[in-house]
């Protein structure tokens, strides 16, 4: 499965567009590593904890969107957009979205 | 007498923020100079549209994000300056600081790829987590883009 955010996949030839798929996920932030964040609110700094959540959590909406797009038989997928929204008070929306196409 | 003792907490965690917060952001920004002029040569372009130079690569996604929170004189400054207005210096190098570093996972990963060029980039901030009176604590962003690798690569 080949992703890119811009609307071909260079050096290949779209053969047929097959709509948009999407995948998301949606995560609590304030479970254990909430304790240690806290401290590190004083000082500052990268919360490691929580970048390392986030992305795993994207990973896991871009994998819920690459089996929808295998779903309906396509190999790649163009034009992906990431975005992120605060649901409730501790809670993120991870949302991916792109097109499933089908390339030679 | 408690509140003597809430003011003396208030005061050693401004005077803990200001000197540990200051410390690491000059340590972060050295390091982010760094890897900057080391990442250099890979070239990043807001743009969709590839030109004709790079016509016989391969297009692969590659990102970075990062959380970065802001420390609590910081925050409190910010507080302060909710009330007469203008330029919150505080956060501006917070976030400078987040898209940077972002950007700097992104070519990283783009290094590791043997990529030349990195296309349409994207850059998105979010809030993330909110402290007393809805005040914004830590920021995410994250940097996304296609990655244009030479068939020599792989």
Known sequence: ?104 | MDQLINLGIFLSLVLIGYIFGRMAERRHFKSIREREANLADILTFSERKIPTDFDNCRGQLVSGAVVVSVDYFKMVSAGLRNLVGGRVSAYESLLERARREAQLRMKEEARRLGAKAVFNVRLETSAISQGQNNQTRSVEVYAYGTALIAPANG
Do not use: C, W
């Open chain 1, 1 to 104: 499965m080949e992703i890119t955010n811009i609307e071909t996949i260079p050096g290949k030839n779209i053969v047929k567009h097959l709509g948009m798929v999407q995948g998301n996920t949606v995560r609590a932030k304030h479970i254990g590593r909430d304790f240690m964040a806290g401290l590190k609110n004083i000082v500052g700094g990268e919360l490691v904890g929580y970048t390392e959540l986030l992305n795993e959590s994207r990973e896991e909406a871009t994998q819920r969107m690459i089996s929808q797009a295998q779903a309906i038989g396509a190999n790649a997928v163009v034009n992906v957009r990431f975005s992120t929204s605060s649901v409730t008070a501790g809670a993120a929306e991870l949302f991916v979205y792109g097109t499933a196409v089908l390339v030679e």
